[in-house]
């Protein structure tokens, strides 16, 4: 059974960092881009960025490019998002999916996890 | 970027209703439109890819259209449980945008 587990979201201040990560199983992670998404409370979804199989390529919105970083540990099984200079506007939940092979669609999501930028 | 237009932005529709749901990509997309449903509180699940192929597991009510800039989700008979919000998204290039989203709500 697939499994996404996203873990690291809490309350930080503007301008500070976090990093999310996300647990997968249940599937051969190093087979599949990963992709992270976001939602702002109330809000529709947003696309963050997305990462190949073997840590490459990499892609990002503009409003994260140069703050967020995505990278992947695939013998951890492990996706994950490393946020800087932390705005309002970052507030969301954050999933991570699994994209799938035999399309350009996230096949799996994870639950989601919270992050909230304020002081 | 690619902008992506919902419409309606929400409706009202009853048991046993034909619900469609229009997209709109701000240039051409070829097929790369994908049809995510969400419930409050849960995470997004994929409907449709490649604009008119079913994900596995999902009912065959669900259907799905369109190619180039206009596409649609048709829901043949709405059920009980449909009753969400709906997100296309076109996945041709990136970024990957989303539509503002469809809320099917309960007449």
């Known amino acids: 059974e697939v499994q996404l587990l996203e873990s690291g979201g809490d309350l930080v201040q503007p301008g500070g960092s976090l990093r999310l990560s996300c647990a997968a199983s249940g599937f051969t992670f190093i087979y599949y881009a990963m992709t992270w998404v976001r939602q702002a409370p109330g809000k529709g979804l947003e696309w963050v960025s997305a990462i190949g199989g073997g840590g490459s390529p990499t892609y990002y919105a503009d409003s994260v490019k140069g703050r967020f970083t995505i990278s992947r540990d695939n013998s951890k099984n492990t996706l994950y998002l490393q946020m800087n200079s932390l705005r309002a506007e970052d507030t969301a939940v954050y999933y991570c999916a699994k994209r799938s092979t035999s399309s350009r669609a996230d096949d799996f999501w994870g639950q989601g996890t919270l992050v909230t930028v304020s002081s | ?107």
């Open chain 2, 1 to 107: 970027d690619i902008q992506m237009t919902q419409s309606p932005s929400s409706l009202s529709a009853s048991v046993g209703d034909r619900v469609t749901i229009t997209c709109r990509a701000s240039q051409s997309i070829s097929s790369y439109l994908n049809w995510y449903q969400q419930k409050p509180g849960k995470a997004p699940k994929l409907l449709i890819y490649d604009a008119s192929s079913l994900q596995s597991g999902v009912p065959s009510r669900f259907s799905g259209s369109g190619s180039g800039t206009d596409f649609t989700l048709t829901i043949s008979s709405l059920q009980p449980e449909d009753f969400a919000t709906y997100y296309c998204q076109q996945s041709d290039s990136t970024p990957w945008t989303f539509g503002q989203g469809t809320k099917v709500e309960i007449k």
